[in-house]
């Protein structure tokens, strides 16, 4: 694409990756230089945390607040109690709203890592979709916004084709999701002057609809942006790892645990993360990320210190470097390893090595552990772990053990009384 923007929003945008598609490049760019452009991302509270996969949405919101702008975080406290059916087989599991509330709290910290919230002009604000969903009356609903909806359109958009086209099923209650999520668009921009929706490119048909029932309902000028879904250059998906899930909590993964997440990023992909998670200027990214052998290992330390030291602080991010080193040059015990802090109760007569690599993250399960073990890829303190039934009592515990599976994943075991 040839636009020439004259936004620093948009110009940081498509310089670093950001964007994949645009409602009015032109429109939103001139109504991004005029002044302060409130825009937002909805998440919806169907965990405790966000992970690694919404960090592209979050710098979205970042960056949109570092060149004067509005960030709107939208917690879907209405909408977790339907699920976005978006490129699922199957409807999502249906949370109370203790576990909606409880879960937009843990989020909220996260956020707080990333915005400035307030009452200033370009401070963020989160705003919760419950406060104008949970009190609609649906006959209403139905004759002042339901009548702006398309059944046909809406059955072509991609997320729902993919599910109808695999005979899956759809239930009425997630076919509305689309309907309330164009609704919030449509609340945002009354209540609170919001002219933009950001989100993956999978949200493409939601934001338009959006669009396009704000206009029709209030005759405004709004836009949509959306950024590339991202995948490993392997092929697989942002956000997971073999040990599950790449939490942005601290409490469920270690700062240590994150920096390594990075540290292992495929060489290719290097030069690409480091525009996206990082604010390293662009001059820099490229030519870490043109490095080539042993060096681009300093564009994945780079990368992991600098992603690390934004969520969790520079200090988080010089101990996790620390830890590294110590652990892969020196074949040392790293203090900041994630820790399984076993007790007596815990131990009993003795535990065995393929209960202990389970709980201490290394294995998803026993079978697996035993496939590890078997294969020549767990290591205790360093040495090769032969004995699938090796067991270990109070003595062999009396000082911490470093467990490891592979070279790159490792965690310390102690027994706390």
């Known amino acids: 694409m040839t636009y020439h923007p004259k936004s620093d929003f948009i110009?940081?945008?498509?310089?670093?990756?950001?964007?994949?598609?645009?409602t009015d490049y032109q429109g939103l760019d001139e109504a991004l230089a005029k002044g302060t452009v409130p825009g937002y991302i909805g998440f919806d509270a169907t965990a405790s945390s966000l992970h690694v996969g919404s960090l592209i949405q979050i710098m979205l919101l970042r960056w949109l607040q570092k060149t004067g702008h509005k960030p709107i975080t939208l917690m879907g406290g209405g909408t977790t109690k339907v699920g976005d059916p978006s490129f699922r087989s199957d409807e999502r599991p249906l949370l109370g709203p203790e576990q909606i509330d409880e879960n937009i709290a843990?989020?909220?910290k996260v956020f707080?890592?990333?915005?400035?919230?307030g009452d200033g002009a370009t401070d963020a604000m989160m705003i919760n979709n419950a406060?104008?969903?949970?009190?609609?009356?649906?006959?209403?609903?139905?004759?002042?916004i339901g009548r702006h909806?398309?059944?046909?359109r809406m059955l072509s958009f991609e997320s729902v084709k993919s599910r109808l086209d695999r005979e899956q099923s759809l239930s009425f209650l997630e076919f509305n999701y689309m309907i309330l999520q164009a609704y919030d668009f449509l609340e945002l921009n009354r209540r609170y002057g919001c002219v933009l929706q950001m989100g993956g490119s999978d949200q493409w048909g939601n934001i338009v609809n959006g669009i396009d029932l704000t206009r029709r309902v209030l005759d405004h000028e709004i836009y949509g942006l959306t950024s590339p879904l991202l995948t490993t250059a392997d092929g697989r998906k942002m956000g997971k790892s073999a040990g599950g899930a790449v939490w942005l909590d601290g409490d469920l993964l270690s700062p240590y645990e994150f920096w390594q997440y990075w540290r292992n990023t495929m060489d290719a992909d290097a030069g690409r993360f480091l525009k996206l998670y990082t604010e390293l200027p662009v001059e820099d990214c490229d030519r870490l990320g043109a490095l080539e052998g042993a060096e681009i290992n300093e564009a994945k330390i780079r990368l992991a210190n600098e992603v690390t030291a934004l969520l969790h602080g520079p200090d988080a991010a010089q101990a996790a470097e620390a830890t590294a080193r110590e652990v892969f040059e020196k074949g040392g015990v790293g203090d900041d390893l994630p820790t399984l802090s076993l007790t007596s109760e815990d131990l009993g007569d003795g535990i065995s090595v393929v209960q202990l690599l389970v709980r201490s993250g290394l294995a998803p399960s026993g079978k697996e552990a035993k496939r590890m073990i078997e294969g020549g890829g767990a290591r205790l303190d360093d040495q090769p772990l032969t004995d699938t039934g090796r067991f270990f009592d109070r003595a062999a515990l009396s000082?911490?053990?470093?467990?490891?599976?592979?070279?790159?994943?490792?965690?310390?075991?102690?027994?706390?009384?």
Do not use: Q
């Open 149 to 152: 909806f398309s059944i046909n």
């Open 399 to 417: 000082s911490p053990l470093k467990l490891s599976a592979g070279k790159k994943r490792h965690a310390l075991i102690r027994l706390d009384d």
């Open 131 to 144: 406060e104008w969903l949970d009190d609609l009356n649906y006959l209403d609903f139905l004759r002042d």
């Open 112 to 117: 707080a890592t990333y915005l400035s919230y």
């Open 106 to 108: 843990g989020i909220r």
């Open 11 to 22: 110009a940081i945008m498509m310089e670093r990756g950001f964007v994949a598609d645009c």
